[in-house]
């Protein structure tokens, strides 16, 4: 191919990337502008859909407390219910769960609080690695958290974890 070849084909080049830039540049923008004008909703729409579906909207701190006061309700009616050999039973195997179950967890450089909230579940220091991770990001601790090893136990709060972690 010759000098004039070679030119002719990179000016055609530049003319086709432009024409796909500009298409890509503008439509973008109209689709990202639909996109938030179906998106933004008001409370009141909100409120009103809730309403037609016969549901209420709580806060998080109300729904956990919520939930506490429901299995303790549970635990204690079960408690209740339990015949006298049972609750013998019951009281050997909640001494086994009792006990202190310690856990040394080593945080290496690049883990995610995620990694280390699976690692406490997998020891059997917390119940829902789920839980715990959204915990940390909710109170932003997960950007505090430290290298190196920590001695947990089961029955420690997350707080505590989360203490315990980020010192």
């Known amino acids: 191919m010759s000098k004039t070849g070679f030119q002719a084909f990179a000016a055609g080049m530049i003319v086709a990337t432009s024409v796909l830039g500009g298409t890509y540049l503008f439509s973008g923008k109209q689709q990202a502008e639909a996109d938030v004008e179906q998106k933004e ?16 909207a709580i806060q ?9 006061s429901k299995n303790a309700k549970v635990v204690e009616k079960e408690t209740e219910e339990a ?3 049972v609750k013998k ?3 050997s195997a909640e001494e ?13 450089a690049g883990m995610t609080t995620s990694e280390v909230s699976d690692l406490l ?12 991770d959204q915990y940390l990001i909710k109170n932003k601790y997960h950007t505090k958290v430290q290298l190196g090893t920590f001695e947990v136990q089961k029955g420690m709060t997350f707080l505590q974890l989360a203490k315990a972690i980020t010192r």
Not at 96 to 108: G, R
Not at 121 to 132: D, G, M, P, V, Y
């Open 96 to 108: 086994k769960k009792q006990e202190v179950i310690k856990y040394k967890v080593t945080i290496k």
């Open 41 to 56: 909703l008001s409370e009141k729409e909100v409120e009103n859909f809730l309403t037609d579906k016969q549901q209420i």
């Open 121 to 132: 579940e997998q020891n059997a220091i917390i119940t829902s690695s789920k839980e715990f």
């Open 60 to 68: 998080i701190d109300e729904y956990e407390e919520l939930l506490a």
């Open 89 to 91: 039973d019951t009281a």
């Open 83 to 85: 015949p006298q050999e």
